[in-house]
């Protein structure tokens, strides 16, 4: 009855520890979680007023496919102000969430066979969504050594004929690595030749902590004609539940078929959060944002360092976004089953490592609060050193 399609999707771990942790907690158990992919803050007023304001305004029709021209840019002028990127409104496609502009670039581009590949650990989605357009992801393994980012020499030897496709992810979840101008260049100069497309997700990259975030399509002519640029306001303006995600492509075929695509599935998005998100595009939000990504800088420094203090455990301090993934390897080989003991034992929710591709690891959010870092972390030394005993 099922179609072949539906069947190569797998469950997502994230959920199924945040399923088991809520369980524990109905049944009355005192339960942390540090499993979130969300900021732990509100949407700013500025942006939050703009969308009452569409609504009494009755701005609730249909709008344009790809989103309200004066959205569109506003994106474009957003990627030239911070990221020195020429695109117009043109090459804008607005989609319900970086995820929805992935999935349409995804069904845009892969044919049955082709390959992507992904450097791990990953973000979960990315191996799903390509094998549910018959892709096959290719994974290229890094580690803490390497600070989690690849290097030319890999990306060399995993290309064959087949490769359609290199998604980077900067700042990455869940390392948060960031890739560096040279670095972008050096990989850009294995693809030189080739017609491989870079799905660059930019995500976070307005929560960056003592680094510089590069977008991988400004490092020159080539990348630009040959990426495919993904953001949103998810992360960066604390607007996850509003669904506001955006892909820009100099490519005007890939655009019009991508256009085609939504226009016959789910249309535009929301006509309220276009209008809330011109403020975000625009700076006005820019003084919550700064705000926002100080919070969590404290935070990264501090849980860095609380978590490095575990005998056994280590951690690079994350460049960007808001997780520390650390390194169990000295404790277990079986992330699930650390993960699981550590929710059972001391009720600390945290993400398995397997689950982003990199066994010997587990993902810690840090957006939540201090103190509740603080007492998570302590839990979490505790369950080491029962361990280690
Ligand atoms: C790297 C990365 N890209 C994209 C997304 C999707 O964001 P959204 O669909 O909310 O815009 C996420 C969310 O977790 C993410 O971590």
Redesign the pocket.
């Known amino acids: 009855m099922l179609s072949d399609r539906i069947q190569t999707l797998s469950p997502s771990l994230t959920i199924a520890i945040t399923m088991l942790a809520q369980d524990l907690k109905n049944s009355g158990k005192d339960i942390l979680s540090f499993s979130a992919?969300?900021p732990d803050f509100g949407t700013p007023k500025r942006i939050k007023d703009e969308a009452i304001k569409a609504i009494n305004d009755g701005f609730t029709q249909y709008t344009a496919v790809p989103g309200i021209i004066e959205v569109r840019e506003a994106v474009a002028a957003k990627l030239k102000r911070d990221n020195d990127l020429d695109y117009t409104a043109a090459d804008v496609i607005v989609s319900?969430?970086?995820?929805?502009?992935?999935f349409n670039l995804f069904q845009a581009v892969i044919n049955p066979g082709d390959e992507v590949i992904i450097p791990a650990p990953y973000?979960v989605?990315y191996p799903e969504l390509v094998k549910y357009a018959f892709g096959i992801p290719v994974t290229i393994e890094t580690d803490d050594i390497s600070g989690f980012k690849i290097t030319p020499e890999q990306l060399k030897a995993a290309i064959t004929d087949k490769t359609k496709m290199l998604i980077l992810?900067t700042p990455?979840?869940p390392t948060g690595s960031i890739y560096s101008r040279a670095e972008l260049e050096a990989l850009g100069e294995v693809l030189k030749g080739t017609d491989i497309i870079i799905a660059s997700?930019e995500?976070?990259e307005k929560l960056v902590y003592d680094a510089e975030f590069v977008a991988t399509a400004s490092v020159s002519e080539e990348m630009f004609n040959r990426t495919v640029t993904?953001n949103?306001?998810?992360?960066s303006v604390a607007m996850?539940g509003w669904?506001?995600?955006y892909l820009a492509s100099a490519n005007k075929e890939l655009i019009a078929v991508m256009n085609k695509l939504q226009s016959q599935s789910t249309s535009n998005i929301n006509s309220i959060t276009q209008k809330a998100a011109i403020p975000a595009l625009n700076g006005e939000a820019d003084e919550d944002i700064e705000m926002m990504r100080k919070a969590f800088a404290a935070r990264a420094e501090e849980a860095t360092a609380l978590m490095n203090e575990i005998d056994g455990l280590s951690v690079k301090k994350p460049e960007g976004?808001f997780y520390l993934f650390v390194n169990i390897k000295d404790i277990s080989d079986d992330s699930i089953e650390f993960c699981k003991e550590l929710l059972q034992e001391v009720g600390v929710a945290v993400v398995p490592g397997i689950g982003f591709g990199s066994e010997g690891y587990f993902r810690f959010s840090f957006a939540t609060d201090i103190t509740t870092i603080r007492e998570g972390i302590r839990r979490i030394e505790k369950f080491v050193k029962q361990k280690r005993a």
């Open positions: 992919g969300e319900n969430g970086a995820k929805h502009s992935l973000w989605t992810t990455s979840n997700d995500m976070y993904i949103g306001l998810s992360k996850t669904r506001f995600g976004a």
